[in-house]
């Protein structure tokens, strides 16, 4: 189930990122970890789910650099439950859109079980 962390709820400073819990899971959301603040914006509107990723070092310079796998499913797991199925899409070609070279993004459609292929077609457990 998706859940905002309300405890990392970006509300004060700049009017564009600040948001409440009345916006529910939409917001910007910074979480402190491992000596980086990781930038995450969440919405969950056009029935969807999403969270985009970005990192900033402790002065708030962008790191650059996309975020690990490791940092991905910390954050999975800070907005979605254990067995929740989320993606990072490659869309078509024309369908691309690059806002920030360093953001990663994360998605779930809503009422919609994601089909995952067998784990042994990766590897064994």
């Given at each position: 189930m998706f859940k905002a962390p309300e405890q990392f709820r970006v509300t004060k400073g700049d009017p564009r990122?600040?948001?409440t819990i009345e916006d529910g899971n939409n917001g910007v959301f910074i979480i402190k970890a491992q000596g980086l603040h990781y930038?995450?914006?969440a919405s969950d509107g056009y029935e969807w789910e999403h969270v985009s990723v970005s990192i900033l070092k402790k002065n708030m310079v962008t790191i650059k650099r996309t975020p690990t796998w490791e940092e991905m499913c910390m954050i999975k797991d800070i907005f979605w439950d254990d067995e929740d199925v989320v993606i990072q899409y490659h869309p078509a070609k024309k369908d691309y859109v690059n806002m920030h070279?360093?953001?990663l993004h994360l998605w779930k459609k809503i009422n919609y079980?994601?089909?995952t292929p067998p784990s042994i077609m990766v590897g064994l457990k």
């Open positions: 990122t600040i948001s930038v995450c914006i070279p360093y953001v079980d994601i089909p």
